[in-house]
């Protein structure tokens, strides 16, 4: 049994506006899931630099009349309490100023995976899941390869594909692209 005060996203987004997670010392970065703010777990430079090229392919390949490309952003699930950070999220084209995107809007998430891959694969999987977002990926640092989860129903994904390089993976907002596997994992 969980003693942890459960808030809203509302609670959460008035907690930010007024500072409450700021300090002299530090700016942490949390994230809310199933109304728990939760701390996210440090990002090293192999993290920080397989982020910056799916950044980079997401910027430059899908369609951008279609696609906003959220880095490191939260996506907004009010059924669950949540707003998640993932590291890329690709959202219908939009303004998303005075609230962020919902699963609705939601074209595929992205988690770059080392010290939280249990929680990426498991909670984080569910959690889109139930929400019905259709296309999740997580990069699998130690394992170099990349794991896409789609297909949810009953909050479960029905489809959980690995793909390693020099495969590639056609997003599924995307089909006529594809991104190649050895971006990230190149032959070493």
Not at 65 to 74: E, H
Request: charged letters at 25%.
């Amino acid at each position: 049994m969980s003693i942890a005060t459960r808030i809203t996203v509302d609670e959460y987004d008035r907690m930010i506006a007024e500072g409450a997670f700021e300090s002299e010392m530090s700016r942490p970065r949390l994230e809310l899931i199933d109304g728990e703010i939760l701390p996210m777990s440090p990002i090293g430079p192999l993290h920080e630099d397989l982020v910056d090229a799916l950044a980079e392919w997401s910027m430059t390949k899908p369609p951008r009349r279609t696609v906003r490309v959220r880095i490191q952003n939260s996506v907004g699930i009010p059924a669950l309490e949540s707003a998640p950070q993932p590291d890329v999220a690709w959202v219908k084209r939009g303004r998303y100023g005075s609230g962020r995107p919902l699963p609705d809007v939601v074209l595929g998430i992205i988690e770059v995976a080392d010290s939280s891959l249990v929680y990426d694969r498991g909670r984080k999987a569910r959690m889109f899941a139930a929400t019905g977002v259709k296309y999740y990926w997580v990069v699998n640092i130690p394992g170099r390869y990349v794991e896409v989860f789609r297909d949810p129903v009953n909050g479960r994904c029905r489809s959980h594909q690995v793909f390693k390089a020099p495969q590639e993976i056609r997003p599924l907002a995307f089909p006529r692209i594809k991104f190649p596997l050895a971006i990230l994992f190149p032959k070493s």
